[in-house]
């Protein structure tokens, strides 16, 4: 009687926590185009990406100790606990990440930290913007750091048009032009994210959840390293296609992306100028030169995330698709007919 009822418990607060969260996320301000009002905070996808995984994982481990427990007579204990505890790690997560914001009334900004912390200021007491390395934003009052948001906000564009108006400094502390090997890493920066949060939620797991086995040091290295593989590896493949199409175009045009970024002095990922269209969407890489497109038209194709497709004539008359985020797409026909 006292398994089933710490089986009750640990499951149902655990639960009651998910769906709250999930509730929470999907009652998120949606993406505005206005420059005088609106959120730059992290994309619903991140944060439903943590309750997915909490609520796997308190799923999986529920039905192992069942399995166990109607197949072999022994109803471990371990697995409730861990189960409860990677759920608990992952709503954790999602919670902190909702808390890093930056909101934008009028004139007025408050930023407000991954502890919760909250800032204010003005446009007109912003002195300049850093784009550092990582591709993250940061905003300085005079010579103070005032805050740090990163260029996977929603809402990020409505920021960088609105400093555009103030006429702040927008400048970039990179000191390397964007490569091939930047574009990707950069796009795998959320999947490292993911992969190193949930491999550190094993550890702290192996060590703190009561359990027969004792793992060595070693042992532990190579369980996280796995954890960590089991996101990152099979998600790596997702931005290769993105590379294989500016492969294709430095073949059939004959140039060197890394000599034409260097030329044009990018270090951003998110660049439009006469000849390129370079776009991130989570890890999908959107790039392209525009005299590689002889034609792009709409596909009436939806999915259930609001992603839309374009397809693609190139110069070799291949075909491609191409699916995004209806505002990337938009943007980037309105690049191409412009």
């Not at 609106?38 to 943590?50: C, E, Q, S, V």
């Not at 003005?122 to 005079?142: A, N, W």
């Amino acid at each position: 009687m006292q398994r089933i009822l710490e089986v009750l418990l640990y499951t149902s607060i655990t639960g009651a926590l998910l769906t709250y969260l999930n509730k929470k996320i999907h009652n998120e301000e949606k993406e505005k185009k206005s420059t005088t009002k609106f959120t730059a905070t992290i994309p619903r996808t991140y944060m439903l990406i943590f309750n997915w995984a909490a609520w796997f994982f308190l799923g999986t481990f529920f039905l192992i100790y069942l399995y166990n427990g109607f197949g072999f007579n022994d109803f471990d204990m371990v697995w409730i606990y861990s189960g409860a505890a990677i759920g608990i790690g992952f709503s954790i997560m999602c919670f902190v990440l909702m808390l890093w914001r930056l909101d934008v009334n009028k004139d007025k900004l408050i930023y407000r930290t991954f502890w919760g912390y909250r800032k204010k200021t003005t446009f007109k007491e912003i002195s300049q913007v850093l784009e550092t390395d990582h591709h993250s934003l940061v905003i300085y009052t005079g010579k103070k750091r005032f805050g740090t948001i990163n260029s996977d906000f929603m809402g990020i564009n409505n920021f960088r048009t609105r400093c555009q108006k103030e006429n702040i400094e927008f400048a970039p502390k990179s000191k390397r032009t964007l490569t091939k090997s930047g574009l990707y890493l950069r796009s795998m920066k959320p999947l490292f994210w993911i992969g190193g949060l949930l491999a550190i939620s094993i550890l702290l797991i192996c060590i703190f959840v009561p359990q027969e086995i004792v793992y060595s040091p070693v042992e532990l290295f190579v369980l996280m390293l796995f954890c960590f593989a089991v996101v990152v590896v099979p998600s790596s493949l997702i931005p290769l296609k993105g590379l294989f199409r500016i492969s294709a175009q430095e073949i059939a045009l004959k140039f060197s992306f890394a000599k034409e970024m260097k030329q044009y002095d990018n270090k951003n990922v998110e660049f439009i100028n006469h000849q390129w269209f370079i776009d991130l969407d989570n890890v999908n890489i959107i790039a392209f030169r525009r005299d590689y497109m002889k034609e792009i038209k709409r596909l009436n194709n939806k999915d259930n995330n609001g992603d839309r497709e374009v397809q693609i004539v190139t110069i070799n008359d291949n075909v491609i698709t191409v699916k995004s985020r209806q505002k990337i797409l938009e943007e980037l026909i309105q690049w191409k007919n412009s």
